[in-house]
């Protein structure tokens, strides 16, 4: 039988705790539940209000991986849902992960948590603007710091603060809170600054997405301000090679980047990180911090 757990007064049957899901590291899945449990405070405030999509990978990263929006099979009738809009024609139900009930239920069924930039109650009107920096090899995060320093001092000029986190796999991605703007109107502002960075960092950045130009240089995905795209959410846990995880990063560690490795960051490194930092991307969810987007 699977051990019950009870999470706020909710009785959660956790499975195969024992189960290796990262060979590289030995890392099992009652340690990577374990993780999540311990930094529910940071990953939850980012989550709240978001309808959640999974990329589940009940074997591992080398194992079976599927990316699912839609509500899972079996999922508990006290688990919040919401309606969003799928398309112009039809709506559909996506979980929201509000507690660490949810956040526990949902880590159970192996997955990495990804979120748009708006939020449940309002739809396609992003609060946070987003710019995945993605390196074509063999340029590595070190180029992807360069493109954006760059960056956080163009979105600087327009009057927005730029944070920063790894992606948890090779990139980096920077993200400016904004007043509610619709999702079309941030998509056009971020292809701009894209073409703009494009325009000053010849050879390094690059705005556009076929692959054949891609070799050394860093892609700033403006993409994923659509309303239908979704991004890594901070602290979540990657279906990588090792259990990486999605890390907010202080732009000391940015600027002071020489060696890839240097921004790579696993499970056990979150704990003391949020101990001697706290949230670095908690003004994100402060309200106060929100900027209007500028007008181009």
Known sequence: MSPITEVEGRRLPLTHLDKVLYPATGTTKGEVLHYYAGTAGALLAHLYGRPVSFLRYPDGPGGQRFFTKNVPPGTPSWVRTAEVPRSRTRDARQVLVQDLSSLMWAANLVVEFHTPQWQADAPALADRLVLDLDPGDPATVVECCTVARWLRERLSADGLTAYAKTSGAKGLHLLAPLEPTPS??????????????????????????????????????????????????????????????????????????????????????????????GDLLGPLINRNRARPLPRT
């Open 184 to 277: 079309d109107e941030v998509s056009a502002y971020a292809r701009t600054l894209a073409v703009e960075a494009e325009a000053a960092l010849p050879g390094l950045a690059l705005h556009r997405m076929k692959r054949a130009l891609r070799p050394g240089k860093v892609f700033v995905d403006h993409s994923q301000n659509a309303a239908a795209k979704t991004t890594a959410t901070p602290y979540t846990v990657r279906a990588r090679d090792e259990p990486t995880v999605s890390t907010p990063v202080t732009w000391e560690e940015v600027e002071g980047c020489t060696d890839p490795a240097g921004l790579v960051f696993r499970i056990d490194d979150i704990g003391p990180r949020l101990g001697r930092y």
